[in-house]
């Protein structure tokens, strides 16, 4: 991926929610959060990103509205 391809996913994609494990949780807990997470937007949300990585996850979204119901939910 490019530099400009990034600007051009920041834009689309302007609000950002990351999503850690908890204290004490183990990461297969911190991944199926994440699925369920992901299956949750898929349902209830149109258009949204997810990049996952070794120790957390960023979801992303082009609405605030839409990251606001999700933080709520997954927060």
């Not at 297969?28 to 957390?56: G, L, M, P």
Request: with cysteine.
């Amino acid at each position: 991926m490019n530099s400009a391809q990034r600007r051009k996913l920041k834009r689309e994609y302007p609000y950002t929610i990351e999503l850690f494990p908890g204290t004490g949780w183990k990461y297969s807990d911190h991944d199926d959060n994440v699925e369920e997470a992901r299956k949750w937007c898929n349902k209830n949300i149109k258009r949204y990103s997810v990049d996952t990585f070794w120790d957390h996850a960023k979801f992303k979204f082009i609405t605030e509205k839409d990251a606001v119901i999700f933080a709520l939910k997954w927060l």
